[in-house]
């Protein structure tokens, strides 16, 4: 992490429970414009609230500064068509989703992203979740992405015969993970499976990390996918939360994770079916050692 020089004053840390209230407040205001006839508006809008001190401290730590993450939202809605594989329909989500999510590059500024598919195949800071999960070891599921023909045709298949055994998800590219997250999501799981109704099924991950380089093939392909982004960085994950309704259990699921949040453990980003989440710095080694502690180590 990048150390402050002597003699330069450390600037305080954002306000996040008032980023994020500034954040709902300008939502439902972009949500009164979201008419195609109103883009001028919008824009004014943004370039108002956005300069507030609340929401600027949070842009202006960013790596991309104030600037940047500001004209990145403006070509981001200016490029925006809803499309219902996303998890982004409309302005007032990809607005909420974009600025909620830039804790994530605040906070791990300092990360460098993995950039190619290459970097997160041959990445030693990561682990196979394949390796461990068939050691018992950890305490969630995931689906892999199929990687060929006969896999796409054999997951359609299940999905005809059995439509609701598992939540309709592409499932992961990489199934790979930072150590802390694995330890995190493990003790998720732990939580949820405590607080669920009997017979809920575990935690379900629906995307853990991406390279640079498949953050922008999901773009190509329609989807809402975000740059710079958490999962670039190893260090954010989405979770299911729409499909666990079905069990009664959406609640307690959405109920600890903003628990979590407010304990200063999370950065939580409510994406509809799926929630986006990512790991503060400050929980980081407590659950990097929780992971070195459950693997024997």
Same mark, same amino acid.
């Given at each position: 992490?990048?150390?402050?020089?002597?003699?330069?004053?450390?600037?305080?840390?954002? !306000?996040?429970?008032?980023?994020? /209230?500034?954040?709902?407040?300008?939502?439902?205001?972009?949500?009164?414009?979201?008419? $195609?006839?109103?883009?001028?508006?919008?824009?004014?809008?943004?370039?108002?609230?956005?300069?507030?001190?609340?929401?600027?401290?949070?842009?202006?730590?960013?790596?991309?500064?104030?600037?940047?993450?500001?004209?990145?939202?403006?070509?981001?809605?200016?490029?925006?068509?809803?499309?219902?594989?996303?998890?982004?329909?409309?302005?007032?989500?990809?607005?909420?989703?974009?600025?909620?999510?830039?804790?994530?590059?605040?906070?791990?500024?300092?990360?460098?992203?993995?950039?190619?598919?290459?970097?997160?195949?041959?990445?030693?800071?990561?682990?196979?979740?394949?390796?461990?999960?068939?050691?018992?070891?950890?305490?969630?599921?995931?689906?892999?992405?199929?990687?060929?023909?006969?896999?796409?045709?054999?997951?359609?298949?299940?999905?005809?015969?059995?439509?609701?055994?598992? *939540?309709?998800?592409?499932?992961?590219?990489?199934?790979?993970?930072?150590?802390?997250?694995?330890?995190?999501?493990?003790?998720?799981?732990?939580?949820? +499976?405590?607080?669920?109704?009997?017979?809920? $099924?575990?935690?379900?991950?629906?995307?853990?990390?991406?390279?640079?380089?498949?953050?922008?093939?999901?773009?190509?392909?329609?989807?809402?996918?975000?740059?710079?982004?958490?999962?670039?960085?190893?260090? +954010?994950?989405?979770?299911?939360? +729409?499909?666990?309704?079905?069990?009664?259990?959406?609640?307690?699921?959405?109920?600890?994770?903003?628990?979590?949040?407010?304990?200063?453990?999370?950065?939580?980003? !409510?994406?509809? *079916? /799926?929630?986006?989440?990512?790991?503060?710095?400050?929980?980081?080694?407590?659950? +990097?050692?929780?992971?070195?502690?459950?693997?024997?180590?």
């Amino acid at each position: 992490m990048r150390r402050v020089p002597r003699g330069v004053a450390r600037r305080p840390a954002p !306000d996040l429970d008032a980023y994020r /209230a500034a954040v709902a407040d300008l939502v439902v205001e972009v949500g009164a414009l979201a008419d $195609p006839e109103s883009a001028g508006a919008r824009q004014v809008l943004l370039d108002e609230r956005l300069r507030e001190p609340a929401i600027a401290a949070v842009l202006d730590a960013t790596a991309q500064g104030f600037i940047g993450a500001r004209e990145t939202l403006l070509l981001e809605l200016s490029r925006h068509q809803p499309n219902p594989r996303t998890g982004l329909p409309d302005l007032t989500a990809l607005v909420r989703s974009y600025l909620l999510s830039r804790v994530d590059v605040m906070w791990w500024r300092d990360v460098a992203p993995f950039m190619t598919d290459a970097q997160v195949d041959a990445s030693a800071e990561l682990v196979d979740l394949e390796w461990l999960r068939r050691r018992d070891l950890l305490r969630f599921r995931y689906q892999e992405q199929p990687a060929s023909l006969l896999g796409r045709g054999a997951r359609a298949l299940g999905r005809r015969l059995l439509p609701d055994a598992r *939540p309709r998800t592409a499932g992961l590219r990489f199934r790979r993970a930072r150590r802390e997250l694995v330890g995190l999501l493990n003790d998720l799981g732990r939580e949820f +499976a405590r607080s669920a109704p009997p017979g809920t $099924p575990p935690l379900e991950v629906t995307a853990l990390v991406h390279s640079a380089e498949h953050q922008h093939r999901l773009r190509r392909l329609g989807y809402a996918a975000l740059v710079p982004s958490g999962h670039c960085l190893g260090y +954010a994950v989405d979770v299911e939360l +729409a499909w666990f309704e079905r069990f009664d259990a959406r609640d307690a699921l959405a109920g600890l994770l903003l628990a979590r949040q407010r304990a200063g453990e999370l950065n939580v980003v !409510d994406e509809g *079916p /799926a929630w986006h989440l990512c790991l503060a710095p400050a929980a980081r080694l407590r659950f +990097a050692t929780a992971y070195e502690a459950e693997m024997g180590r």
